[in-house]
């Protein structure tokens, strides 16, 4: 063995640690010339359309999408076009593989090194605020910026996930999650969404280890966040929804106790119930996961006498919710939080949030209770909307 092989060696080697584990490194073949692209082009209707790959800039990333989820978000915009983006490319909870990136492109925007191969996500956009870091959002969620997948369509149409590739413009946040699997991945962001709510309980004070915490709702975003409880080692907690087969979901995910709401007549017999499953006690923290305004009022009767709440079920305006300020407020002195979207620095925890969830055998790819292929998006959106699933996905092959 002469030095120069041993120099590829080393050079080989390192070039695997740079990038995480050898498996990552398969060859995606050449890049085509067109890509397809989902677009909604009226409610209720996306049609697949094929443009050409545009020309990929010095500070770009080109990006073969390998999958991405399907947002409440996605659902409305599908429905209604609420947010008056027709014609437009969804799809924000995805990832995928970079296969080609501009000469100025080193680093993602955690300052992990970048190369061809590495598997990303995508967060928000600041091109007209540089100015905003990861390190100085700690406190400043990143609801109203903007984020691929809700962008109009414009003359390079790969805006959106869900599509076979996607161009990342300068300027944006990405992250390399090659450590992360392909269902990881795709929950990264609604898992966001709760690593946040729960570090905003966390500002109460109340929130310990050893906390009783009720879970209201048993969505995706209810099951999510009793899984972050568990990854933060709260063990005494207490899912309510009115479905079965969503309560054992939330056994699952770590869940010691549940209640059907529909077993009970009343508000009261429902807190009875609540306090009953916490073995005679109420509980010190509620986290709200609907969007029911009744659901709203009736849970700060579940609460103990200076304990918390965070409300994060609002995603829209779901009308107003009656509450009795004495009772349920002042009397009470229970401590409030809203939560909102996610901060970037929310975003890299949650990788950390989803290894640790694996570690201690959450279910979380559970979660994902079906896949649809590009082309039958107007489907996996119908099956979203009948709600009998609970994360839909887009994955490409
Ligand atoms: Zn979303």
Aim: net charge negative; proline share 4%.
């Amino acid at each position: 063995m002469n030095s120069t092989d041993i120099e590829q060696i080393v050079r080989k080697v390192l070039e695997n640690i740079g990038n995480g584990s050898p498996d990552n490194k398969k060859s995606s073949g050449p890049i085509p010339t067109k890509s397809r692209v989902a677009m909604l082009t009226k409610p209720e209707h996306f049609d697949i359309r094929e443009y050409n790959i545009p020309e990929v800039g010095d500070d770009d990333i080109l990006v073969k999408v390998e999958g991405c989820g399907v947002c409440g978000t996605d659902a409305h915009e599908f429905k209604r076009d609420p947010f008056s983006l027709i014609p437009v490319v969804l799809g924000h909870e995805g990832t995928g593989e970079i296969v080609k990136m501009g000469k100025n492109v080193k680093k993602d925007s955690a300052g992990k090194p970048l190369a061809i191969g590495d598997k990303v996500v995508t967060c928000m956009i600041f091109k007209d605020n540089p100015d905003i870091t990861m390190f100085d959002l700690n406190k400043q969620n990143v609801g109203g910026a903007d984020v691929y997948g809700l962008l109009p369509d414009d003359d390079k149409h790969l805006n959106g996930w869900f599509a076979d590739y996607l161009l990342v413009r300068g300027g944006s946040t990405i992250f390399n999650v090659s450590d992360l699997d392909l269902d990881s991945r795709i929950l990264i962001e609604p898992c966001a969404v709760l690593v946040h709510a729960v570090e905003r309980a966390k500002t109460t004070g109340i929130l310990r280890f050893n906390s009783r915490v009720a879970v209201q709702g048993c969505g995706p975003i209810g099951l999510i966040c009793i899984a972050v409880l568990r990854t933060m080692g709260v063990e005494n907690i207490v899912a309510i929804d009115g479905e079965n087969g969503r309560l054992e979901f939330a056994k699952k995910m770590g869940a010691g106790k549940t209640v059907n709401f529909k077993d009970y007549k009343g508000t009261e017999a429902l807190a009875e119930a609540v306090k009953d499953a916490f073995g005679g006690y109420l509980a010190d923290f509620a986290f709200q996961c609907t969007g029911s305004p009744v659901a709203h009022s009736n849970i700060y009767k579940f609460i103990r006498n200076g304990g918390g709440l965070c409300e994060l079920g609002f995603f829209i305006n779901g009308g107003d919710a009656t509450i009795n300020p004495h009772f349920d407020i002042c009397s009470k002195e229970i401590t409030i939080v809203g939560s909102w979207v996610y901060t970037l620095r929310d975003y890299v925890t949650t990788f950390d949030f989803l290894k640790r969830a694996k570690g201690i055998g959450l279910p979380l790819q559970e979660l994902i209770t079906h896949k649809f292929p590009l082309e039958k998006i107007n489907e996996a959106l119908e099956t979203n909307l009948k709600m009998t699933g609970l994360k839909i996905a887009i994955v490409n092959e």
